[in-house]
């Protein structure tokens, strides 16, 4: 067990990062905080800010001499810095999670291999593989770089073959997925937390509206039948304990006329 007193490391110094880091200092723990950007809201706060790159050998010796445990505020942070750091210092979540979260090729790939419901997609690394995810997915798709995404950046729709080729172009050839646009009756998110010891605690699932992309409401709980919210919060719980997942993670989920996904 890790008493408040001891020192708590969290790469990522945004608002999540913040919020961690507030919560942390008000049970007694002391948070260092490893981010580059010399302004990051949790760096403000912390008992100590290391402003320098994830992969930067130094802060990444201090952070794992001086830490009980590390964590990450988000998804974004480099899979194998936390891989190098777990082999010193528990790490949660793990590195493995965490390399499948930040990769649309990889997460889908999983979710379909171990039997989760997921869009229809293909994955798109060339030209080649471009119009041949076009002719398996059909319009309308959406075209998501494989990294980095979020709010709806590194999304296009397209819905012919010209929209697919400009927007593979505007990604400047990076991975990318293809994906079936659907028709949304509603979406649902499931935030949970589980423990070392594969203990689950699940929030009601949430009920999101999007616009362009970006959340715009949140609506708790969701007003969909018990059954979907029942389905949504097992689906969530058997995903993190598939993943062996420790910390808290929000799992989302689309619903549609034919299928979930
Ligand atoms: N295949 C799809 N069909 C219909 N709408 C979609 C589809 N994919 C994405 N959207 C809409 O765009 C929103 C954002 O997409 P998505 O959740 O894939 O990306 P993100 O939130 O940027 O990244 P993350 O993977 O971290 O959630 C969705 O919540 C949904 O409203
Ligand atoms: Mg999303």
Redo the contacts with the bound molecule.
Sequence with gaps: MILPGAVLGVLGGGQLGRMFTVRAREMGYRVIVLDPDHGSPAGAIADHHIAAQYDDAIALEEMATKCAAITTEF?NVPADVLARLAERVPVRPGPEAVAI?QD?IA?KTYLLREGFPT?PFQVVRSPDELARAWDAVGSP??L?TARL???????APVTDRESLTDAFAQFRGASCVL??????EA?LSVVLARGVDGELACFPPIE?V?VD???YTSTVPARVTTALTDQARDLAMSLAARLEYVGVMAV?K?LNNSFA?
Excluded: M, P, S
């Excluded at 994906?179 to 949304?184: A, Q, T, V």
């Design positions: 998804e979260a649309r997460e869009t798709a959406l998501k995404g979020y709010d709806g950046k590194g999304q994906e079936r646009r659907l028709d949304l979406e999101n999007h992309g970006i959340l989302e689309f996904a």
